[in-house]
T-cell receptor
Framework: GAGVSQSPSNKVTEKGKDVELRCDPI?????LYWYRQSLGQGLEFLIY????????KSGLPSDRFSAERTGGSVSTLTIQRTQQEDSAVYLC??????????FGDGTRLSIL | QKEVEQDPGPLSVPEGAIVSLNCTYS??????FMWYRQYSRKGPELLMY????GNKEDGRFTAQVDKSSKYISLFIRDSQPSDSATYLC????????????FGSGTRLLVRP
């Protein structure tokens, strides 16, 4: 596609439920990144994929968070047993050939 | 101390003014510098990127890097109401192909 696509754009769920967020990167981009943007915390790195492998997961805040990437393209970020502090905008970015990262519009996650 | 410091603003200027946005960073290993613009409820949009000290110009935008002072700036000439957004500086290490470290963002309002 022309840009990074994320779905859903908004998600409201109850505390304790699991959620899956999807990212479709720019075609041909081998690198994919997840960030979280919350009030007072700014934009924080979560995880980086090169192809299907994740050499850096250091930003994942707890073991309730996991991510995978299949076919070197689409990625899903899963949050299990959601907590209210998980409420944030989850942003996905992709890049290729060492070029800067391009972002999607994010998924706005609200935990009730 | 945060690795990247940015004044959150808000910064309010009249249309046509020259705007100066700034960030400081603490790690001299940082070698790659970017400015993103983020409109409300949208993802960050890449404006400028550079890896060398000095100035880089693109239309009304000029990015300036001073590695000796660990200081980066974005200048906007002839500012327009459509420039009203949050501006984020982002930095990464030269040898790293991942993980941008963001400033907290500066909110800019250009008054007609």
């Amino acid at each position: 596609g022309a840009g990074v696509s994320q779905s859903p754009s908004n998600k409201v769920t109850e505390k304790g439920k699991d959620v899956e967020l999807r990212c479709d990167p720019i075609s041909g981009h081998t690198a994919l990144y997840w960030y979280r943007q919350s009030l007072g915390q700014g934009l924080e790195f979560l995880i980086y994929f090169q192809g299907n492998s994740a050499p850096d997961k250091s930003g994942l805040p707890s073991d309730r968070f996991s991510a995978e990437r299949t076919g070197g393209s689409v990625s899903t970020l899963t949050i299990q047993r959601t907590q209210q502090e998980d409420s944030a905008v989850y942003l996905c970015a992709s890049s290729g050939g060492g070029q800067p990262q391009h972002f999607g519009d994010g998924t706005r996650l609200s935990i009730l | 101390q945060k690795e990247v410091e940015q004044d959150p603003g808000p910064l309010s200027v009249p249309e046509g003014a020259i705007v100066s946005l700034n960030c400081t960073y603490s790690n001299s290993a940082f070698q790659y510098f970017m400015w993103y613009r983020q409109y409300s409820r949208k993802g960050p949009e890449l404006l400028m990127y550079t890896y060398s000290s000095g100035n880089k110009e693109d239309g009304r935008f000029t990015a300036q890097v001073d590695k000796s002072s660990k200081y980066i700036s974005l200048f906007i000439r002839d500012s327009q109401p459509s420039d009203s957004a949050t501006y984020l500086c982002a930095i990464r290490e030269m040898d790293s192909s991942y993980k941008l470290i963001f400033g907290s963002g500066t909110r800019l309002l250009v008054r007609p």
